[in-house]
């Protein structure tokens, strides 16, 4: 009896420690990005919102919040789109090679993303092709659409084959089928997908850093700001906000999943394979 | 007697020699079969016996590897779902969720482009059809498991389609709801006077609805009758074991004439049969076995009461149903119990297993099988 008591606290303990270690220095980034002083340190010396003020008044800044909402918008919408397709696919037909390809396209999931960002590096130079905020896309297209997949493909999966074929057969034609039955069916998974993607390209460095030309993206500004340290409270508040808004995003995209969920009748708290 | 079971009614559906594959797996080994026109017909069979491939391939879900189906005269090879004049009733009911009732009903209406007014009272006399008058609005996902039931039903009818499919729809329900949905099936059949075609697994569910059954088992069809046909008549011992229960008595042909055909059977002795009892094709020397209905034979409660053949046996099993009482009795000179059903008339005492009993049944009611 009293083992079993002792071991419930050695896994408390582990949990409690476990959950500090990795959410503890998030917290110090609101904290810091409100406390007066330039330097990063205890004890705090006042409050204050002068970093957020400079943050409205750094032009350099605008453009990376503009480069990177550009490349976010971008990466979601294609990879979205690939994530559609090749989800209906794989739910609906089986085809020779299956696995192996969709093994290949889920594989950017646990490559490094430093080799992949040297990889396409090397080949757009080999090619040719200058660097651009589309050759970012590019990148980003590439690491987002696995998650894509993985959120449009569990949104398939709940899909009942006969809901098609019951359109199809009350006279709707493919096409119409789609837009009637499918896509109002997988919406929520394609809205998730969209807000998931946008998220992971918005907050992306190694690509972006390696594949971008003179347009930097948000994340390589940031990193550039680095060098100065008494820019470092204002690249704290920057944080902060990014930081507020992921969130945002990863509650909202998971929203979405669980209303898709409920409404196919499913039990929206499990996470069917995903996160 | 009804049209339906007129066999000069017009064929609705024209099955000829219907195979399918898939890969080095033959679903369906030939199929001919003409489906006639307002009957409410069967497939009946365990599953994997081909029975809801063939269903699809009605519907134009699928095309058959070899052989046509035709529908009220057209061949339909090439023919797509969207364009047959059949309706399916999917065993998920396929209820789109995303929809209201109404929409759900009206959804293949929308294709036809009906005045709005027109749209609403056919939507509106389908619901009512099917007992949902003032469902419309709903959303289809607050739905019980009979309401879907009944949505798909009105979503099928509504299309007016010379075919109702209805695969397995009564299996999601439970006993109850599906004693009452049979009813109200086979009435709402007959008083449209649609085709309906019923996949099925449960012989209950089929006897109780059907006017016609194809009773399949490894892509064919092995017998084709009527309810009381099958029941009576199975033309082998397979169909006889699926429809009800049978006993099967091992037989042998110990002398024939003109006139009749002498068996000795297991258990019960010698029994006369006349020649002209002798099912289609038969030849006395097929005969090897015959098979008894539960209710063929009677356990008779004491001496005075009596029968054309009285044999002794101990009961085994005891299964008391309420209106109904089963035994397993061991007859003298056979090693498995047979079943023997009886009604719990007033009065009747129900035996205990371990107890003697007087098995009382008629020679006429035994059935022959190769």
Redesign the interface.
């Known amino acids: 009896m009293s083992n079993r008591r002792n071991k419930l606290n050695w896994l408390n303990t582990y949990a409690v420690v476990y959950m500090v270690f990795l959410y503890a220095p998030v917290v110090l980034l609101p904290i810091f990005a409100f406390n007066s002083s330039t330097i990063i340190a205890f004890p705090l010396s006042g409050f204050t919102t002068e970093w957020f003020g400079v943050l409205w008044t750094t032009d350099a800044l605008h453009s990376a919040v503009r480069n990177s909402l550009l490349v976010a918008v971008s990466a979601a919408t294609i990879s979205t789109v690939l994530g559609l397709f090749a989800a209906r696919a794989v739910a609906r037909y089986s085809f020779p090679l299956e696995r192996g390809i969709m093994g290949l396209i889920m594989l950017p999931l646990v490559l490094p993303e430093i080799i992949i960002a040297v990889a396409l590096l090397i080949v757009l130079i080999q090619l040719g092709l200058s660097l651009s905020l589309w050759t970012v896309v590019l990148g980003h297209v590439l690491i987002c659409t696995p998650f894509s997949i993985a959120v449009l493909g569990s949104a398939f999966r709940g899909l009942?084959p006969?809901?098609e074929?019951?359109?199809?057969?009350?006279?709707?034609?493919r096409w119409?089928t789609f837009r009637?039955?499918t896509f109002?069916?997988v919406l929520p998974g394609v809205i998730s997908s969209l807000l998931i993607t946008f998220t992971i390209s918005l907050d992306e460095f190694i690509i972006a850093f390696f594949l971008t030309g003179t347009d930097v993206t948000l994340p390589v500004y940031i990193w550039s700001q680095m060098r100065f340290p008494a820019k470092l409270p204002s690249i704290m508040a920057l944080g902060t906000i990014l930081l507020g808004l992921t969130v945002a995003l990863l509650i909202l995209a998971e929203i979405f999943r669980r209303r898709s969920a409920t409404?196919?009748?499913l039990d929206a708290s499990t996470t069917e394979g995903l996160v | 007697m009804r049209d339906t079971e007129n066999p000069q009614a017009r064929t609705i559906i024209a099955l000829n020699a219907v195979t399918k594959s898939f890969g080095a797996v033959q679903a369906l080994k030939g199929i001919t079969a003409n489906i006639r026109e307002g009957e409410f017909f069967s497939l009946l069979g365990p599953s994997g016996c081909g029975k809801t491939t063939l269903l699809r391939m009605i519907?134009?879900?699928d095309e058959p590897t070899t052989g046509t189906i035709a529908i009220d005269g057209k061949p339909m090879a090439g023919i797509?779902?969207?364009?047959r004049p059949?309706?399916?009733v999917?065993?998920?009911y396929?209820i789109?969720?995303?929809l209201s009732v109404a929409d759900n009903v009206g959804?293949?209406l929308k294709?036809r482009r009906l005045p709005k007014a027109e749209y609403r009272r056919e939507v509106e006399q389908a619901l009512e059809m099917v007992d949902l008058g003032g469902y419309g609005p709903r959303a289809a996902?607050t739905l019980s498991g009979g309401q879907r039931q009944r949505v798909a039903l009105a979503?099928?009818l509504i299309?007016k389609p010379k075919v109702v499919l209805l695969d397995e729809p009564l299996s999601a329900l439970d006993k109850k709801l599906r004693d009452q949905m049979q009813l109200e099936l086979r009435q709402l059949q007959r008083s449209v006077g649609i085709t309906f075609i019923l996949v099925t697994h449960d012989q209950e569910e089929a006897l109780i609805m059907s006017d016609r059954i194809a009773v399949m088992f490894d892509g064919q069809i092995e017998q084709l009758a009527t309810p009381e046909d099958l029941y009576r008549r199975p033309v082998n011992q397979r169909v006889a074991s699926f429809i009800g229960v049978m006993n099967f008595l091992g037989a042998q042909v110990s002398g024939s004439d003109e006139n009749q055909v002498s068996l000795d059977v297991q258990a019960l002795g010698r029994i006369d049969i006349p020649r002209a009892g002798l099912p289609e094709g038969m030849k006395p020397e097929d005969i090897h076995r015959v098979g008894v209905r539960p209710e063929m034979m009677t356990i008779l409660i004491d001496s005075a009461t009596t029968a054309e053949r009285i044999i002794e046996g101990e009961v085994v099993e005891t299964s008391y149903y309420g209106d109904m009482t089963y035994y397993a009795v061991r007859l003298i000179g056979l090693e498995e119990p047979v079943t023997i059903s009886m009604r719990n008339t007033a009065g009747r005492a129900v035996l205990r297993p371990g107890e003697i009993a007087r098995v009382g049944f008629a020679t006429d009611s035994i059935i022959l099988f190769r």
């Open positions: 009942d006969s809901m074929e019951a359109s199809f057969d009350l006279g709707e034609t119409g009637r039955v109002p069916l409404r196919r009748g | 519907a134009g879900f797509a779902a969207n364009h059949t309706n399916m999917f065993q998920s396929a789109f969720p995303h959804y293949g294709k996902h979503r099928a299309m």
